[in-house]
T-cell receptor, first 113, second 112 residues
Framework: AQSVTQLDSHVSVSEGTPVLLRCNYS??????LFWYVQHPNKGLQLLLK??????LVKGINGFEAEFKKSETSFHLTKPSAHMSDAAEYFC???????????FGTGTRLKVLA | NAGVTQTPKFQVLKTGQSMTLQCAQD?????MYWYRQDPGMGLRLIYY???????DKGEVPNGYNVSRLNKREFSLRLESAAPSQTSVYFC???????????FGQGTRLTVV
């Protein structure tokens, strides 16, 4: 069965410092993995996706994530946080052929001035 | 480019009332989904439709029914609303299960 664990419910960083949001997954088959961002009272926007091509995936707004099969991880990083990055971030797994997207419980990122 | 459109955006119901949330997508996607979002719990899958003519239960289907009306439209019905169904509901669609899902803007439902 698929599952996703986001290891931190809240992360605080100072503006201009690196961001690391951690995600571990469990999947029976070859997974597709996604990171979505949700700004307050808004819908969900895709940041990046891994679907079995390059293991280092680049997304929008300077975010990237690395798929590590041996560690079953898909952590999200950004070299330098911006105030506009403050939002909730969701790691999502989908097994090929199941048609279901399973969400982690989310990590709320706070960026301090 | 509308993408995924949900109606209504806000709704207040009394306990025991019924209502239908509407969702339509204009991307010719095969698969459609209904999720609910509650604080600290992420998004949980209520029902999904892998293709036109099929629907399946997700993680939290109790108290809900769905209809895949055609390829574009997927509705969610609450027959007898309960306060535990107070939540934000999101509809989504995707071309295939391993490509990204596209989400509507959400419906904020309050049951009093």
């Amino acid at each position: 069965a698929q599952s996703v664990t986001q290891l931190d419910s809240h992360v605080s960083v100072s503006e201009g410092t690196p961001v690391l949001l951690r995600c571990n997954y469990s999947s029976s088959y070859s997974p597709s993995l996604f990171w979505y961002v949700q700004h307050p009272n808004k819908g969900l926007q895709l940041l990046l996706k891994y679907t079995s091509a390059a293991t280092l995936v680049k997304g929008i707004n300077g975010f990237e994530a690395e798929f590590k099969k041996s560690e079953t991880s898909f952590h999200l990083t950004k070299p330098s946080a911006h105030m506009s990055d403050a939002a909730e971030y969701f790691c999502v797994v989908s097994d090929r052929g199941t048609y279901k997207y399973i969400f982690g419980t989310g990590t709320r990122l706070k960026v301090l001035a | 480019n509308a993408g995924v459109t949900q109606t209504p955006k806000f709704q207040v119901l009394k306990t025991g009332q019924s209502m239908t949330l509407q969702c339509a997508q204009d991307m010719n996607h095969n698969s459609m989904y209904w999720y609910r979002q509650d604080p600290g719990m992420g998004l949980r899958l209520i029902y999904y439709s892998a293709s036109e003519g099929t629907t399946d239960k997700g993680e939290v289907p109790n108290g809900y029914n769905v209809s895949r009306l055609n390829k574009r439209e997927f509705s969610l019905r609450l027959e007898s609303a309960a306060p535990s169904q107070t939540s934000v509901y999101f509809c989504a669609s995707s071309a295939l299960g391993n490509t990204e899902a596209f989400f509507g803007q959400g419906t904020r439902l309050t049951v009093v």
